[in-house]
């Protein structure tokens, strides 16, 4: 009789990226690259990094809060974080910059969730790198655990290419393509070997 052991990878995904598998029929996720920013047995929470907001802009946001940019802003994309709490904003970033508030990824990634982070970009004193994003992906107790076992999502390693390149549409098959496969080699069915 084969035994199989069962990998318990609680903690092990905070500050990797998720790749979702083509056949992910969930359209809030068809083709994302998920960053985790925290995963423990009581669940996970990301951003997706490659899905810009094309309605609403940096400089927009900074209107609605009343904050006068000093620098220039009007490169910054918004991006899509996630279906949970669309109206809640998050700035992933480097490390270079942190309060009170800011959690840390791990050594290199930072997630702020107040506006103090907004006016510190807007004054040109914010982290070297930062990704805007409205609502965050999320999953309860064992969900994402689960999910990767009836493969949904590959994992890959972070960098700062695949979390804050503009380049959003190339993101997918950059992050597929770093594991060393050909993202048209892919199936759109399951199965486990």
């Not at 949904?152 to 190339?170: G, K, Y």
């Amino acid at each position: 009789m084969t035994m199989v052991k069962m990998i318990d990878i609680t903690d092990a995904l905070a500050g990797k990226c998720l790749i979702a598998m083509p056949r992910m029929a969930d359209q809030n996720f068809s083709r994302t690259v998920v960053y985790i920013c925290a995963h423990s047995s009581e669940g996970a929470m990301g951003l997706v990094v490659n899905r810009a907001l094309h309605q609403l802009t940096f400089p927009d946001i900074l209107e609605q809060l009343a904050i006068e940019p000093l620098a220039d802003c009007d490169h910054i994309r918004v991006h899509a974080g996630g279906p949970v709490e669309a109206a809640r904003g998050f700035v992933l970033h480097s490390s270079d910059y942190s309060q009170s508030s800011t959690m840390r990824v791990n050594g290199r990634i930072a997630l702020t969730a107040t506006t103090d982070v907004l006016r510190a970009i807007a004054r040109g004193d914010g982290p070297q790198k930062s990704l805007m994003a409205l609502g965050y992906a999320g999953w309860g107790a064992g969900q994402l655990d689960r999910e990767i076992l009836e493969n949904a999502w590959l994992t890959v390693d972070a960098d700062d290419e695949l979390l804050f390149s503009p380049a959003l549409e190339r993101k997918w098959d950059m992050a597929i393509r770093r594991l060393g496969i050909d993202p048209a080699m892919l199936l759109d069915t399951p199965g486990h070997a």
